[in-house]
């Protein structure tokens, strides 16, 4: 799994970091997602796509 994110997308609703907070975060200065773990182990894979879904901006791309 690969995991990339579109900054100038994001809106700082924060659903990424409440689905998988070992692999999404947000910058302090305005809440935009900051990627943490480009390819997360399998164990994380299931909340990394949760929070993809549930992104408004779809901001959050996975490529298995």
């Known amino acids: 799994m690969k995991v990339t994110v579109e900054q ?12 998988a907070a070992a692999v999404f975060d947000q910058r302090d200065e305005d809440g935009v997602v900051e990627l943490l773990e480009e390819n997360p182990p399998a164990e994380l894979a299931d909340d990394v796509r949760q ?14």
């Open 8 to 19: 100038d997308k994001c809106i700082a609703a924060g659903h990424c970091v409440m689905h």
């Open 51 to 64: 929070a993809a879904t549930m992104c408004p901006a779809m901001a959050i791309h996975v490529a298995e």
